[in-house]
């Protein structure tokens, strides 16, 4: 990929990604890459980005069903068919788009921020012990997440954004206000603590996973959460924002079992 070169007096009309080529500043993200929610990111400049995946999981796993209904249909002594087939296809092409396209406008708005480097964290809610093994696989099927944080990098690269993969071991349940482990009760995207914290856990995690990665982060005051929709078209702002509670700490009530 080629340097931005300032002494080029004019660009033409079509964008130039090699424009892009460098970061604005040396700002640090953090990611979450969940099921519930695609990604949850932190960035040092204190914006919060929630990228939902619920209801592009519920169509997977409609499609999932479906197969699985044709699959039971099938003669003796036959596998699959043009249909089955067709629909695997289908599946794999819709759960590939809106990944690309989530990693692109990720990418656009980090770069905007200053970002230029970014910790991706694994699959936490995925490894929570209360889902099933058999949840386990189906999910690990959806989200590609190799597949992901790839199309992640390579995205990244375009913007001089570097992708590093860490484990986040425990973040996902770790409580901001106190530091406890042991404390805190996820319920769906709730992460509540007995000192009082109550704030949205997949927000909570990447800031907690930010913290542990970047010196200076995380001092600055957050914004308000931005959540986006996926529509099958493009990832937009979602009317359901988040409310200040399901967003950040309020310690004052441990409400057991959030909202
Ligand atoms: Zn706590």
Redesign the pocket.
């Known amino acids: 990929m080629t340097n931005a070169t300032d002494s080029e007096p004019f660009q033409p009309v079509t964008i130039d990604s090699s424009r892009l080529a460098s970061p604005l500043a040396d700002e640090t993200a953090a990611l979450d890459v969940g099921a519930n929610n695609i990604v949850a990111a932190t960035t040092s400049t204190g914006k919060q980005l929630l990228y939902g995946g619920r209801d592009l999981f519920d169509r997977f796993r409609e499609t999932t069903r479906e197969i699985a209904r044709l699959q039971s249909k099938l003669h003796e002594g036959r596998y699959s068919s043009n249909r089955i087939r067709r629909l695997y296809r289908r599946r794999t092409k819709r759960r590939d788009h809106a990944q690309d396209a989530l990693a692109r406008d990720l990418m656009e708005r980090l770069h905007a921020e200053g970002v230029s480097t970014v910790y991706v964290g694994a699959l936490t809610d995925v490894l929570e012990a209360s889902w099933s093994v058999r949840a386990n696989a189906k999910t690990h099927n959806f989200w590609a997440f190799r597949r992901f944080v790839d199309r992640l990098a390579c995205t990244a690269e375009e913007f001089g954004i570097t992708v590093e993969v860490r484990s986040e071991a425990w973040t996902s349940r770790e409580?901001p206000?106190?530091?406890?482990t042991d404390?805190?009760t996820r319920h769906k995207d709730t992460l509540t603590?007995?000192?009082?914290?109550d704030g949205h856990a997949d927000l909570t995690a990447s800031e907690t996973f930010l913290r542990r990665h970047s010196d200076t982060a995380v001092s600055r005051p957050m914004a308000r959460p931005v959540r986006f929709e996926w529509d099958d078209h493009e990832w937009s702002e979602s009317p359901r924002s988040l409310r200040p509670k399901e967003a950040r700490t309020n310690p004052q009530v441990a409400s057991v079992g959030g909202r």
């Not at 206000?177 to 406890?180: A, D, F, I, L, Q």
Request: charge should be neutral; hydrophobic fraction near 10%.
């Open positions: 409580c206000n106190c530091g406890s404390r805190t603590c007995e000192c009082g914290f």
